[in-house]
């Protein structure tokens, strides 16, 4: 099984992953922005978009050798939510492939606990509940929790909404395995080991990565570098597309004037 790519742009390549329920389309607005500088590789992951789906089995090793079996030899990783978790897995799992790495909206953990801010468990247990009786109907719940507490937050919804309309429907096996993945996953302890250059990008009001969860990454990643867009809630490049791109641009042109 060979995931869909869909290749633009011209320069140095990046790498889009996209986050749970949603699919490559998520990143039109932001690969206008983005293609003039660099090689885009827009990414459906597993069961998503025109992507195959992986056995419901599958873990987050599974999901991000998918990845790395489709991208090219060396590149940098953008990845969104559930996106930026199997980015930051495979700058871990094959570093030499990995130019640079930057999440957003993204988290190594993303289930709360005692000591870690985030998605309260019953929530999550709840989306995998519903996922049996009516899966549309718990994407676009998901959809609402991305983007509350944007200034835009209808704006936002409707255009995630429409990036989902251009491709197929996400496979209900793939919508639970990603859900497991948010669930399961928890690459805190790893972090300390990344050595690849890293940009993390948050929204203050993001209710999915809270803002307090930003000072405990950086603890655990310190040669990383991170910025909170301050009216910004879980899809930055949705809400606020010119600030985040020009971060974007600006990490990787400093990486390249460094080699």
């Known amino acids: 099984m060979s995931l869909y790519v869909e290749r633009r742009g011209r320069g140095p390549d990046l790498v889009l992953l996209h986050g749970w329920g949603m699919n490559g389309a998520v990143w039109r ?38 990845v790395l079996r489709v991208m090219p030899p060396r590149a940098a990783l953008l990845g969104w939510s559930l996106g930026g978790l199997i980015a930051t897995h495979a700058a871990l799992l094959a570093p030499a492939r990995v130019e640079a790495l930057i999440t957003l909206a993204s988290s190594p953990r993303f289930v709360a606990d005692v000591d870690w801010p985030g998605i309260k ?11 049996a009786e009516d899966h549309q109907q718990v994407v676009n719940r998901f959809l609402a929790l991305q983007a509350m507490g944007s200034e835009h937050a209808r704006e936002d919804i409707r255009r995630l909404r429409d990036s989902l309309s251009r491709k197929p429907g996400p496979d209900a096996g793939a919508l639970a395995a990603g859900l497991a993945l948010l669930g399961d996953s928890d690459l805190r302890p790893l972090l300390g080991s ?41 899809a930055p490049f949705i809400s606020h597309p010119l600030p985040t791109v020009e971060r974007i641009r600006a990490f990787l042109l400093s990486l390249e004037h460094q080699s």
Not at 206 to 231: F, R, T
């Open 29 to 66: 607005e932001l690969a206008s922005l983005l293609e003039a500088d660099f090689s885009l590789h827009l990414v459906d992951l597993p069961g998503f978009g025109h992507s195959g789906a992986l056995p419901r089995e599958a873990g987050l090793e599974d999901w991000t050798r998918a």
């Open 121 to 131: 468990p019953g929530v999550l247990a709840e989306f995998q509940r519903q996922l």
């Open 194 to 234: 990344l050595r690849v250059p890293m940009l993390r990008l948050y929204g203050r009001l993001d209710g999915l990565v809270p803002k307090k969860a930003v000072a405990l990454v950086d603890a655990l990643a310190p040669h990383s570098q991170s910025h909170i867009e301050p009216k910004a809630s879980h």
